[in-house]
């Protein structure tokens, strides 16, 4: 069997594997179900009463779905680097040694796992956000363009989230990067109007990756005005996939070849 064939077959095995084992974590199960259904009521329910829009004019439901699909995509794939963490430190990477497999496809086995997982939480999230009052305008084209800019951001965090598992040296450590991407939103134009925010900060929500994803994500959903919003969110999510994935295939093999 050809050396492309027999990568793929490897990476769908270690795909079921994660998969698998996700479900097999009741506990985990349980929070990446109930996680973005409890975001989206807490931002709907808890702060939208409270929360003007700004000149945008948007409902507050309309105005935060799509940083709330942004945070419940993000954090459970920034979780892949303790997943990889633990691979790393625990001892499954010496049974991989023995095995004929291109050190490629472990990394990557996490990070497709990673995609088919969060892209469901996010899912869950709309639905949730649906049930709350959510009322889209998109069209068939555009539901298209959002499954693919939701599906690209998990995968360019899943990366990034690959990368840190494999620089840092144990679960803790890899745990702290879910932290900072749950806390990205927060600095963007996704809960707030970025306007509102003091100088420095509202300089940094307009230059960050999550605000042009968001911003693309919202007109979208809400036949909006685009401006040059998504050639903005596209440039930062190709680029943080094309150099990532480089980076943690070299990292991988630095690793396991040092005994990890």
Known sequence: MSAPFTAAGDLRRLVVRDLRRELRVLDGLIV?????????VLFVYVFGGAITTGSSGLDYI??????VLLMSGGYGAALTAVTISGDMT?????????????????PAGHVVASVIRNVASC???LAAALL??????????DWALVLALVTGYVLAMSVLAAIW???????QAAGAFSFVVLFLPYLSDGIVPAETMPGVLRDFAYNQP???????????LLDLP???SGAVAAAWLGGAVVLGLPVAAVLFRRRTASGG
Do not use: Y
């Open 90 to 106: 625990g001892g499954m990477i010496d049974r991989f040694r023995t095995l004929p497999i291109s050190g490629w496809v472990v």
């Open 132 to 141: 709350l009052g959510f009322r889209p305008h998109a069209t068939p084209a």
């Open 62 to 67: 309309d105005f935060v779905v799509p940083a």
């Open 165 to 171: 598992g494999l620089l840092v040296r144990s679960s």
């Open 226 to 228: 685009m401006g040059s």
């Open 32 to 40: 990446n179900t109930a996680l973005p259904v409890m975001i989206m």
């Open 210 to 220: 999550s605000t042009p994803i968001i911003e693309t994500m919202r007109a979208l």
């Open 123 to 125: 899912a869950i999230a």
